[in-house]
């Protein structure tokens, strides 16, 4: 029977001959934020939390609590965010007692897809790799199968839940919405991408989830310096175009700029 090696529940001396093992840590990150009448705000979390649960025992990792606090979330009334420079001071602070604590290798998977959060916590990765020689592969957790599952409430983020939280998917509430405009059905729906009523469900959410989990398993049990480089690298080519556009040095401003031009608000 596989064991699931929880920090929380660890007693020292148990944790101590995992580090000197060499084991990995799971370190899964959500967010607080809008996700249209249909989907909870802790979607993020959720997904991030039940991946890294099911990453930890394939890869012997030691898996860590779930931290909800992210950066630049959905403008909304109902979200919640902490500003950017404390999400990436609590980043490399986290990183840099994993590396105190012995460990070599992290996984930080990442449930929140906004394009400041994601820049962030590449930049932190690349400055543990740096200065510590410790190697984080930090991303969502479709991210090693490709740029173009990583949605917004739509079909990839509702069917990675469908599969793990089914019963807190309500794809019925999208139906009472009525407007034919897209700017304004987005500020109703949060929905980037493809309709999740006609596109999502629990088995496309498996398969991609357990597909995608191999992938994590396999890199996690490979990870090297180069590959991690040539990983973000590519990664943030993907970001160059949403950055000349919209950033000017203020990385909340640049979410509201870019929200209010996908929406059409002044």
């Known amino acids: 029977m596989t064991t699931t090696h929880r920090y929380a529940e660890l007693h020292p001396d148990a944790l101590a001959r995992l ?5 990995p840590a799971i370190v899964p990150w959500g967010a607080l934020e809008w996700h249209g009448p249909h989907l909870p705000l802790g979607l993020d ?10 990453l930890a025992p394939r890869v012997d990792g030691v898996l860590f609590p779930t931290t ?17 420079s404390l999400f990436a001071e609590l980043v490399k602070a986290l990183l840099e007692e994993l ?13 929140h897809y906004a394009h400041p959060h994601e820049l962030l916590l590449m930049e932190a990765a690349e400055q543990a790799l740096a200065q510590h020689g410790l190697l984080v592969l930090a991303a969502p957790p479709l ?26 998917v309500r794809l019925e509430l999208l139906d009472a919405l009525g407007t034919d405009d897209a700017a304004q059905a987005l500020t109703q729906t949060a ?13 496309q959410g498996k398969a991609v989830l357990d597909e995608a989990l191999q992938a994590w398993a396999e890199r996690v049990a490979a990870l090297s310096p180069s590959w ?3 990983f973000y690298r590519r990664r943030r080519a993907a970001y160059n175009s949403w950055l000349e556009r919209f950033f ?12 209010r031009d996908r929406t059409g608000q002044p």
Do not use: M, N
Request: hydrophobic letters at 50%; a negative charge.
């Open 68 to 84: 909800w606090w992210a950066a630049t979330t959905l403008p909304h009334a109902l979200s919640l965010q902490i500003p950017s």
């Open 19 to 23: 580090i000197e093992a060499g084991a």
């Open 191 to 203: 929905v980037l991408g493809q309709d999740p009523r006609q596109e999502a469900s629990p088995a």
């Open 248 to 259: 000017r040095g203020d990385w909340e401003a640049a979410l509201i700029t870019w929200w």
């Open 143 to 168: 991210a090693l199968l490709g740029e173009e599952y990583l949605d917004h409430a739509a079909r990839w983020e509702t069917s990675q839940l469908l599969a793990v939280r089914p019963e807190l």
């Open 99 to 111: 590396h105190r604590l012995g460990f070599g290798r992290v996984a930080l998977i990442s449930g």
């Open 228 to 230: 991690l480089t040539q």
């Open 45 to 54: 979390g959720l997904v991030a939390d039940a991946f890294a649960e099911r």
